[in-house]
């Protein structure tokens, strides 16, 4: 069982930034690719973005592109999500997610793709 903890969550005003971290429990952490996902009040889980298991590709969704950057440290079994330019949309409740790589290809977008899942940091950004 892969335990998934993050943090760095919190208040932040717009346009300010936040690092959201990921630390994962299991040593075979290089063999999974990660993805972060958000919740708002209200609103269904949706795909923020995701990092194969080799780092060499990552996708965002629209709403992120451009602004979050997801990256991983192996060494650290860490997979972070950097915030920046963040807006009031933002505002949710972060979770990590892994799941076992396929491929270098291999970039779910699907909550249901994944199989492992944290508990979820609160991240709110005030306008």
């Known amino acids: 069982q892969v335990q998934l903890v993050e943090s760095g969550g919190g208040l932040v005003q717009a346009g300010g930034s936040l690092r959201l971290s990921c630390a994962a429990s299991?040593?075979?952490?290089?063999?999974?690719?990660m993805g972060w996902f958000r919740q708002a009040p209200g609103k269904e889980r949706e795909f923020v973005a995701t990092i194969s298991w080799n780092t060499d590709n990552t996708y965002y969704a629209d709403s992120v592109k451009g602004r979050f950057t997801i990256f991983k440290n192996s060494a650290q079994k860490t997979v972070y999500l950097q915030m920046n330019s963040l807006k009031s949309e933002d505002t949710a409740v972060y979770y990590c997610?892994?799941?076992?790589?396929?491929?270098?290809?291999?970039?779910?977008?699907?909550?249901?793709?994944?199989?492992?899942w944290g508990q979820g940091t609160q991240v709110a950004v005030s306008s």
């Open positions: 299991d040593r075979t952490f290089n063999s999974f690719a």
């Open positions: 997610a892994a799941d076992t790589a396929r491929s270098s290809f291999y970039l779910p977008t699907f909550a249901s793709d994944y199989e492992f």
